[in-house]
């Protein structure tokens, strides 16, 4: 059972926009940083989000994060078939003093 | 070109020990606080444990605590793992991360390697 909750798979079409959502508590999103990784079949992970809503260098406007309260979102917009990927959100519990991880959320780009 | 390389993995009966590496190239670790995150076959990330950019912090999940140790060497850019009592359950593909702050909390995981598979079974 992870801290933090994401839907277990989301799918969408080429072309459209798609969210996954992020669920936690106040000791962990809701009063520390979000992060977004994807990883793609066979791959290591690859931080797509960090401190809520910034892109690293090379990842594309399509990806955008959001936090509100204690859940975070992350966006992708322009949907490619590339994109179908698993993709995780993780931060900092003060709780537990430890990173934590969603349980992953698969995306299928129909 | 900036790598991470896991090293030390390997098939290892329960109650036995394995030290896990990670040496980087094309980009310096010193600065950063270091990270090994697991994976079991077919689950998500689990994170085990943490270093900062001296190693004045280090932090455990429960599952390895008292059983594992991080270090890290500065000076030779490179991230270790001392696996102790090693359990069925620590079976997973290990994989080692910089984050983005000589802290860790919650920064981002900006780099990963691409992992090496510990196997725990008699």
């Known amino acids: 059972q992870s801290v933090l909750t994401q839907p277990p798979s989301v799918s969408a079409a080429p072309g459209q926009k798609v969210t996954i959502s992020c669920s936690g508590s106040?000791?962990?999103?809701?009063?520390?940083?979000v992060s977004w990784y994807q990883q793609l079949p066979g791959t290591a992970p690859k931080l797509l989000i960090y401190?809520?809503?910034m892109r690293p260098s090379g990842i594309p406007d399509r990806f955008s994060g959001s936090k509100s309260g204690t859940s975070a979102t992350l966006g992708i917009t322009g949907l490619q078939t590339g994109d179908e990927a698993d993709y995780y959100c993780?931060?900092?519990?003060?709780?537990?003093?430890?990173?934590?991880f969603g349980g992953g959320t698969k995306l299928t780009v129909l | 070109e900036v790598q991470l390389v896991e090293s030390g993995g390997g098939l290892v009966q329960p109650g036995r020990s394995l030290r896990l590496s990670c040496a980087a190239s094309?980009?310096?670790?010193?600065?950063?606080?270091l990270h090994w995150v697991r994976q079991a076959p077919g689950k998500g990330l689990e994170w085990v444990s943490s270093i900062s950019w001296n190693s004045g912090s280090v932090g455990y999940a429960d599952s390895v605590q008292g059983r594992f140790t991080i270090s890290r060497d500065n000076a030779k850019n490179s991230l270790y793992l001392q696996m102790n009592s090693l359990r069925a359950e620590d079976t997973a593909l290990y994989y080692c991360?910089?984050?983005?702050?000589?802290?860790?909390?919650?920064?981002?995981?900006?780099?990963w390697g691409q992992g090496t598979l510990v196997t725990v079974s008699s």
């Open positions: 106040s000791s962990n999103i809701g009063n520390n940083y």
């Open positions: 991360a910089k984050d983005r702050s000589p802290h860790y909390g919650g920064h981002g995981l900006v780099y």
């Open positions: 993780g931060t900092w519990d003060s709780s537990l003093s430890a990173v934590v």
């Open positions: 094309g980009l310096t670790l010193d600065d950063f606080a």
């Open positions: 401190e809520n809503n």
